[in-house]
């Protein structure tokens, strides 16, 4: 009897074992994906953002053109396999026979940076969180002793994935466990706390700035029902952006034709960029602009406007994208809104209301308040923007926001678009 506990305790050290190097070798390859991707996408959506700036017919011809060339890669390239987002995931893993093809990571690599630098309103986190999870598929299928490990290691290289785009360990955590696999295995523990020290040690090893240089000095708690307000207003707006993603995507299924879908959603998409130049891509250039000095804004009609306007039309946009074959999802359009729709709160409280409240503590709380809300993750969405602004400052005013949009948002709506692609996975 002895031997043979003997023996067992061997297979489990060499399984263990075989579970970290694998965990290390998906931690890398997800982590030096994201940053590659995040920096290519970075680099060319400036130099094509500019260009359109410049001439504003590129605004017409980028979305069209973009989109084609998604269309035509997909069709003769990678095996007229359409990205369906995370429901790909989804899909993995609630299965034991169906896999992410390796194509998921060239295919979602290539269309994400495709769509945001053509203009297309989402983001590179969805394309980079399926690509990751491919990587962890493909590693599970190497051996059959990784075979009863599938979600876990698709787990290690999403957490791995957000790390690096975001610079927060603790926001591929949370998402790993709040959107995909809901429950905590030893395992799981083991491959995705690895994979994502490994990540962020990369990160740190390039020297990594955050995403947003922003200046958080202090909160007042005089402002907390000011707080409780825009969790609401942040809940309401998730809702609006799901359902337009939603409405897009099972209302308009009687047009058949991929040419017509790309020309719709280019005309949308090119009109509303004509007029509000911020819903460019992810928009996150935007918000970098009013990050520069966001207290000193000041309120006009044209503000109002074009608070207003891009607040009611990023989802609209998005879902847009979406509909035309874009690659992508709901992470930086919420960030996106969040950010325009804080300051617009910030602004109408003090303009009318006398509230005296800091304009940048609310663009950041509204930033985690509505992608709380959106993808149903408040742990995420806390840690994810204190990841992308390096500042802890905010932590108690943004755990308040995020727990009352995701609430608001799910008394409203129960669905976000993760847990509605997920229902229908099963």
């Not at 390859?29 to 017919?57: R, V, W």
């Not at 523990?189 to 700035?209: H, M, N, R």
């Not at 960029?273 to 520069?292: D, T």
Request: with cysteine; proline share 3%.
């Amino acid at each position: 009897m002895s031997n043979i506990a003997h023996i067992k305790k061997n297979i489990q050290f060499i399984k263990f074992q075989k579970i970290v190097i694998v965990s290390i070798l998906i931690g890398f390859l997800s982590a030096f994906l994201g940053i590659t991707l995040k920096k290519l996408t970075e680099y060319y959506e400036e130099i094509f953002f500019s260009q359109a700036s410049i001439h504003p017919i590129f605004i017409f011809v980028f979305p069209v053109f973009g989109f084609s060339v998604i269309y035509f890669l997909r069709q003769y390239v990678f095996n007229k396999k359409e990205n369906k987002g995370i429901n790909e995931i989804f899909e993995s893993t609630g299965s034991k026979t169906k896999n992410l093809p390796k194509s998921k990571i060239a295919s979602h690599f290539i269309n994400g940076l495709l769509t945001v630098v053509f203009g297309g309103s989402t983001g590179i986190e969805v394309s980079t969180v399926v690509a990751t999870a491919t990587i962890g598929s493909v590693a599970q299928r190497k051996q059959n002793i990784f075979k009863e490990y599938k979600t876990e290691l698709i787990c290690a290289g999403v957490a791995a994935g957000i790390t690096a785009l975001f610079n927060s360990p603790f926001a591929g955590i949370f998402f790993v466990f709040e959107v995909i696999s809901r429950k905590v295995t030893r395992t799981f523990l083991i491959s995705t706390i690895i994979a994502v020290t490994v990540s962020f040690g990369l990160v740190y090893l390039i020297d990594e700035k955050p995403l947003f240089t922003v200046d958080i000095t202090t909160w007042n708690l005089r402002a907390i029902p000011f707080f409780i307000l825009l969790g609401i207003l942040a809940g309401i707006n998730s809702v609006y952006l799901t359902r337009c993603v939603l409405f897009f995507k099972n209302n308009l299924t009687q047009i058949k034709s991929h040419y017509y879908k790309i020309i719709i959603g280019s005309v949308i998409l090119s009109f509303s960029l004509f007029f509000f130049p911020q819903l460019y891509g992810e928009g996150y250039h935007a918000i970098k602009m009013i990050f520069i000095n966001p207290n000193e804004v000041k309120i006009s009609f044209n503000l109002l406007y074009t608070l207003l306007g891009v607040i009611l039309l990023k989802p609209i946009v998005t879902s847009a994208t979406l509909f035309s074959g874009g690659d992508g999802g709901v992470f930086a359009p919420s960030i996106f809104i969040g950010a325009f729709l804080g300051l617009f709160v910030a602004q109408i409280l003090n303009t009318y209301f006398k509230a005296n409240i800091i304009p940048v503590n609310f663009m950041v709380l509204g930033m985690a308040a509505v992608l709380s809300a959106s993808i149903h993750a408040p742990f995420t969405a806390i840690f994810l923007i204190c990841g992308l602004t390096n500042d802890y400052t905010l932590f108690f005013p943004i755990l308040v926001v995020c727990l009352i949009s995701k609430y608001t948002a799910k008394m409203i709506y129960p669905h976000s678009v993760y847990s509605y692609s997920a229902s229908l996975s099963k």
